[in-house]
Structure formats: structure tokens, C-alpha cells
Nanobody
């Protein structure tokens, strides 16, 4: 079983950057695919990015491609989301999730564990 705790959210101006972290407890972190999702006010949860167990494969939503980078450090049981060139439409609660599936996973229902979320607010 994994417990996931996100951090790094906050308020930033448009064009700025933030780096989110997701720390996992559990010895099997390195076997899980990891993902980031977000939920904006009044909208459904949407996929943002995913990374395979080794970090060798990544996949991004079109809306963040070229601006966001997902990475992981299996020695630290941590996955990151570097967010650059932030836009007001990136404002949302960001969640990390773990899937007991080694490769990249886009579908939220395939994830087994979720964090509590961290708020990201981008002002115009």
C-alpha cells in the first residue's frame, strides 16, 4: 500500500513556475507508474502527465505539453511536476496518483492510490 503526500502548490503570476512534489511511503514505489491529475473549479478531473516505473517513458496532456515536465526519483520515493509558463487556466487542485502498472497510465480509474491534492493558483 502507498500513501501519497503532495506539496509545492501556491499562488504564482502568469508566466511563472512551480514545482510540485509527491512523496510516497511504501517500499514498492519504484514498481508503480505515477501520474498527475488536476481538478479546476466547476470542472471534472483531468489527466496532466504520467511517468513509467523507471522514468523512461512519459506522456502529457496536450494542454501542458512543452510547459510541464514529470520526473521521479525512486531513491527518494518522490515524483515531481515542474510547471513552467503557467497560465490562469492551469489553476486547479493537483493530485498525484500511483498505478500498480509499470507503464504510463492515462485513465484515472486505473490508478490505485491518490494523494490529498495541492492547490495551484495562477493569477493574470
Amino acid at each position: 500500500q502507498l500513501q501519497l503526500v503532495e506539496s509545492g502548490g501556491g499562488l504564482v503570476q502568469a508566466g511563472g513556475s512551480l514545482r510540485l512534489s509527491c512523496a510516497a511511503s511504501g517500499r514498492t514505489f519504484s514498481t508503480y507508474a505515477m501520474g498527475w491529475f488536476r481538478r479546476a473549479p466547476g470542472k471534472e478531473r483531468e489527466f496532466v502527465a504520467t511517468i513509467s516505473w523507471s522514468g523512461g517513458s512519459t506522456y502529457y496532456a496536450d494542454s501542458v505539453k512543452g510547459r510541464f515536465t514529470i520526473s521521479r526519483d525512486n531513491a527518494k520515493n518522490t515524483v515531481y511536476l515542474q510547471m513552467n509558463s503557467l497560465k490562469p487556466e492551469d489553476t486547479a487542485v493537483y493530485y498525484c496518483a500511483a498505478a500498480n502498472e509499470g507503464f504510463t497510465v492515462v485513465v484515472a480509474s486505473l490508478y490505485d492510490y491518490w494523494g490529498q491534492g495541492t492547490q495551484v493558483t495562477v493569477s493574470s
